[in-house]
């Protein structure tokens, strides 16, 4: 059984559309259409509600005077939009970051209406790594709004749902029984400022800045709503449209050597879609490319030991370093202004925090190697 979405006969994909007839949408290169009696099962939530119906006519245009996308990240999020339709393929985690007021919640609100609509369309922040398994067990999209920090735990079961794993605990009543929940699913997150600073969980998210709105330009819900209400299916057909039309050119898609990226389905699809839309081979690797660039920096700012490195390099004597972790310890600890919230404590801890940033580093213009390796530091 599938919960949503599922990928069935000769490669199609289903999108169940959750209403009281249990019909889907059946989307396959250049065509998409609406079964009465689907061949695939699918399972639902109490709080999973119905897709709309599509108009026959659709404008995917219409959804930008909605949401307070930049100009610049749309492409990306028609990306992960469609990707979210795409059971088979690891799904990339979408976090949107602003000031207060730039309409986080109401646009991360459509994007899911767009593709698993919910009675609780946004969840505050979870209290453990059991209530994002929990929530990804009874709904497509895992929906997180009003965040403003994620331990490693958290970020790692992120990690996890985003390439599919699962969760075991104590099944309840019992002395050795064990619950297991497996599961998949695309990750929405918002907060004033980014949450994702691990570098694994990085790689596999797309981070949109959302503009500030003035005052000049803000509205009143109840138009808000009576406006996306009347537009709501001829943006759905429309993005039933472009899916088709990605799909059918996805076969012929050709990564940029040198530019293939670790979520590499969600690239080619990406790809696709650009060319879909009229658009040049290699633009979006370009974008995922300087995105990936742009976070992993803003990520090295959460390590005390990456600033501090960096201190090292910027220093006219750090230019190339040669030496042990200790050593290298001994150096960081000789430092002042470093915030030593995740310090090391000893130089095996030091390797094992040099190991999770060094991308970031090399981005910032920073090699570290193990001695024997034709590079020091």
Not at 183 to 201: C, E, F, H, Y
Request: with cysteine.
């Amino acid at each position: 059984v599938n919960r949503r979405v599922a990928k069935h006969d000769g490669g199609a994909y289903w999108i169940d559309l959750c209403d009281d007839q249990w019909r889907a949408i059946k989307v396959q290169a250049g065509k998409w259409e609406v079964i009465e009696r689907p061949p695939v099962f699918f399972v639902r939530a109490p709080g999973m509600r119905p897709l709309p119906e599509p108009a026959q006519k659709g404008n995917l245009a219409l959804m930008w005077k909605h949401l307070n996308i930049p100009k610049q990240a749309q492409l990306l999020v028609l990306a992960w939009m469609l990707d979210s339709l795409r059971p088979d393929t690891p799904y990339p985690v979408l976090e949107l970051v602003g000031e207060m007021g730039s309409s986080k919640s109401t646009t991360q609100r459509r994007l899911r209406a767009l593709i698993d609509p919910h009675q609780v369309p946004l969840r505050g922040a979870p209290k453990c790594v059991e209530d994002l398994h929990i929530a990804a067990a009874n709904a497509h999209v895992v929906s997180l709004e009003n965040l403003s920090h994620l331990n490693g735990e958290q970020q790692d079961a992120l990690c996890i749902l985003s390439t599919g794993g699962g969760y075991a605990t104590r099944q309840l009543y019992t002395n050795g029984g064990e619950h297991v929940m497996q599961s998949k699913r695309p990750v929405m997150l918002n907060g004033i400022n980014a949450v994702a600073t691990q570098p694994d969980l990085i790689e596999r998210t797309v981070s949109v800045e959302l503009p500030t709105i003035t005052a000049k330009a803000r509205k009143d819900e109840q138009s808000m709503e009576a406006a996306w209400g009347k537009d709501y299916p001829a943006i759905f057909a429309g993005m039933l449209d472009l899916f088709a039309k990605a799909l059918e050119r996805l076969p012929s898609v050709v990564i940029p050597e040198g530019m293939a990226k670790r979520m590499i389905d969600f690239q080619r699809l990406g790809e696709a879609i650009t060319v879909a839309q009229g658009g040049k081979a290699g633009e979006f690797s370009k974008q995922l490319d300087t995105l990936h660039g742009e976070s992993a920096l803003r990520g090295l700012e959460s390590y005390g030991v990456a600033v501090g490195i960096q201190m090292l390099a910027a220093r006219p004597e750090g230019r190339e370093w040669e030496g042990t972790n200790l050593q290298l310890l001994t150096e960081l600890n000789r430092l002042g202004e470093v915030d030593r919230s995740n310090w090391p404590k000893s130089p095996r801890h030091l390797a094992a925090q040099i190991k999770r940033i060094a991308p970031g580093l090399r981005r910032a213009g920073i090699c570290i190697e193990a001695a024997g390796r034709g590079a020091t530091g």
